[in-house]
């Protein structure tokens, strides 16, 4: 496993969330569906953020170096595969249970998806 490769992985993730939450992209809408009503990052946040972004890039890896191949493919595959198996599933609960809407389940895992994918192409290709 390469740690370099975790790394980047984890900060692509949490670079990608920046981006993908900002006012430009899909802030406003998380917003209004979560009831947030302005977004003000601390340095703890950042960090936090920074921190919880590299774990599941640190357990990507071991998942990929567990299939046995190293290639562009399996790293998606197994992006693909932790998202549908770990978040994608257990995120529905909320939506069933708390009343929370449908379209904030879908904005967050569509992150989280594309996130997965994206941490798996880097640390497969590195």
Known sequence: ??????????????????????????????????????MKPTLVKLV????I???????????????GTVTLMSGL????????????????APVLWEKKPLNLYLLNNAYNLVSFLLMGAIIALM
């Open 77 to 92: 595959l197994a992006g693909l595969l932790a998202w549908l198996g770990f978040v994608g599933t257990l995120s529905l």
């Open 48 to 51: 936090a953020g920074l921190v």
């Open 1 to 38: 496993m390469s740690l370099i490769a975790v790394l980047v992985a984890g900060i692509a993730y949490f670079v990608l969330g920046i981006i993908w939450y900002s006012e430009a992209v899909f802030g406003k809408q998380w917003m209004k569906m979560t009831g947030v009503k302005e």
């Open 53 to 67: 972004s590299v774990i599941p890039a640190y357990v990507l890896a071991g998942l990929i170096g567990m299939m």
